[in-house]
């Protein structure tokens, strides 16, 4: 059962432009997000990440936005460059659980056209 | 600072072996956690040691399993292996619950 989903494998973004990725979840528990950026052959690496408490986050060009009722969230990057074609992840957790137990969706496969 | 290693980078061996993956985290790091990536289905937590204990344990049978050592290096153990295990995987450190996780860049383990 897949409780965090990314309904768009892929998205194609002039640069300059912004690039807004999404990422749905079904556990209302979920109380701590996180966007993780994937070049290949690479591990993850964390972008930015929210809790439950905030609706917005932002670091530099990312920004992470939460709405809680709709248990969604979205990744904003602008403006878009080249350099931040890769895979992203959403992930989410909660408090409750005993230890760091994370959810990851499928991924986007993001594109900036030069 | 040196980051998450994990060795080897690749790896391949046959049906019903045996294989071991090692993970180094991120030193003052005390949180290990493993993932499998497959193709279609983003990563798949397998479980998370802290402090040389188990706390979480994903939906993986019993021919998974892990452990961790004093030094909060972890290894992570496949038996008798099947073709469906060929995947990446990851592994990721951190301080401590609710922080970001720190990945290594993976093992790719191939069975023929």
């Known amino acids: 059962d897949q409780q965090v989903k990314q309904n768009s494998p892929s998205l194609s973004v002039q640069e300059g432009r912004i690039s807004i990725l999404n990422c749905d979840y079904t556990n209302s528990m979920f109380d701590y997000f996180l966007w993780y950026k994937k070049y290949p052959a690479e591990g993850p690496t964390f972008l930015i990440s929210i809790s439950s408490i905030k609706d917005k986050n932002e670091d530099g060009r990312f920004t992470v936005f939460l709405n809680k009722s709709a248990k969604h969230l979205s990744l904003h990057i602008v403006p878009s460059q080249p350099g931040d074609s890769a895979v992203y992840f959403c992930a989410a957790s909660h408090f409750a659980n005993t230890g760091n137990q994370f959810y990851f969706g499928t991924g986007t496969s993001l594109t900036v056209i030069p | 600072k040196a980051g998450v290693t994990q060795t080897p980078r690749y790896l391949i061996k046959t049906r019903g072996q045996q294989v071991t993956l090692s993970c180094s985290p991120i030193?003052?790091?005390?949180?290990v956690s493993w993932y499998q990536q497959t193709p279609g289905q983003g990563l798949q937590f397998l479980f998370e040691y802290f402090s040389e204990t188990q706390r979480n344990k994903g939906n993986f049978p019993g021919r998974f399993s892990g452990r961790q050592f004093s030094n909060s290096r972890s290894e992570m153990n496949v038996s008798t292996l099947e073709l469906g295990d060929s995947a990446l995987y990851l592994c990721?450190?951190?301080?401590?619950?609710?922080?970001?996780?720190?990945f290594g860049d993976g093992t790719r383990l191939s069975i023929l």
């Open positions: 990721a450190s951190s301080t401590g619950t609710d922080q970001p996780q720190h």
């Open positions: 030193s003052g790091h005390r949180s």
